[in-house]
């Protein structure tokens, strides 16, 4: 799509690896990018042009005066890598489009192959019934067989048959149409947790994708936002128990006369 995206700095690529993220259940792919980002100080290159994929449903109002319509950023990132290892570019998105998902895709793959961007990876949510309190586990997906073998050395697991909704699976798919390799690394996530951020989550995706990707990034940060977010669980949790548990030990005589049949 000629004029959806701006590049504003070149960078000289040897040979390099593409994070690419937007925001999905429990935001594990943002904080996953956004840290990688910031703990490597790579450098803002460039962007897409917004209004070529998303349309502004309503605007906002300060003071009682009406804003100009907001569009969500979507950078590129780099790091160049200053030993033998591959350079890393990253594309970061606020927002995923409602329309216009394939061509998105394809623009930054347009950009990845300028880059020389060999390998693809994306992360994501994987909902499971394992409780807040227990370490996730990581599943992997990828492109092809032989990418999954290399993956059988990590600490991941494989779950053979399942959906992953959004373009942080779809962009692995349009990567895989284009000969490009790809690998998803999803992070357990319980169900009754979906709507709250998961740091956690995103934090055994880091400890496996550091490794793959052959760099060292300090998780000391992400960490403790990890057990911060434990934290505020265990209180949501114990709230929402004790609602429950008042509810149903109200006496019988101390509820609204419409509640007595």
Known sequence: MKGAVRIY?????????????????????????????????????????????????????????????????GKFYYWQNAGSGRDIALFICEQQPDLKVYELANCILDVGEKLKVGRIYTCAAALSRIHHTEEPKVWAVATDHKLIESLRKYKVVFRG????????????????????????????VPTY??????????L???????????IEIDLTELTSLAKQADEEMKKLAAEAMSEFIGHFTEPIWERGEEEIN
């Open 9 to 73: 700095k070149k960078p000289h690529p040897k040979a390099c690896s593409m994070i690419a993220a937007w925001p999905g259940i429990g935001n594990v792919s943002l904080i996953v990018a956004n840290y990688i980002k910031d703990k490597l100080g790579a450098e803002e290159i460039g962007e897409i042009d917004s209004p070529s994929f998303f349309e502004p449903t309503g605007v906002m109002v300060e003071d009682d005066v009406i804003e100009a319509p907001n569009f969500p950023a």
């Open 193 to 202: 947790a979906m709507r709250v951020a998961n740091p956690k989550a995103s």
């Open 161 to 188: 048959k399942f959906h992953i909704v959004g373009l942080n699976g779809l962009f692995l798919g349009v990567a895989k149409e284009r000969g490009i390799e790809g690998i998803c690394l999803l992070g357990e």
């Open 204 to 214: 055994a995706i880091l400890r496996v994708l550091t490794e793959v990707l052959g």
